[in-house]
């Protein structure tokens, strides 16, 4: 069964300061530390800039860019105490945390990804 969906339909979402956890790197546990970082998400990746205007080349840019390729997401209740947290695990263990006050803005980032994972998950 083909799942119909017009080109890059749902599955972008551009420029809004969230705030961002990244709590595992390749499998190996970070300490928790939250900073407010400007997301876009594209059809296969998630993109995070420290700075609005960032380059996402720019020698030491601060920019990660998480593949959501087999990709995970889930909302979460048990790994802060901030409400409207969503986690996102990559295929190579790396777990990040995404959390903003209000909620329709989370859920609009939740189903955004969580459509952007299936998109580019699917064979
Ligand atoms: C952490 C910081 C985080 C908090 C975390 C604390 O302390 O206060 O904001 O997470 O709680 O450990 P520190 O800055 O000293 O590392 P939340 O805001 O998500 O609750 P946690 O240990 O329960 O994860």
Redesign the pocket.
Known sequence: QHNVLAAGEGLSLEGEHLNV?KISQSGKKQ????NVMWSVLTPGQLRFYKEKQETPLKPGSKTDVVQLCGAVIAWTTD????KN?FQVTTNTGSEY?L?TDSYSSADKWYNGIRKAIDNSTKL
């Open positions: 956890a300490r928790k530390n939250w790994k802060s105490s901030r947290v945390l959390q």
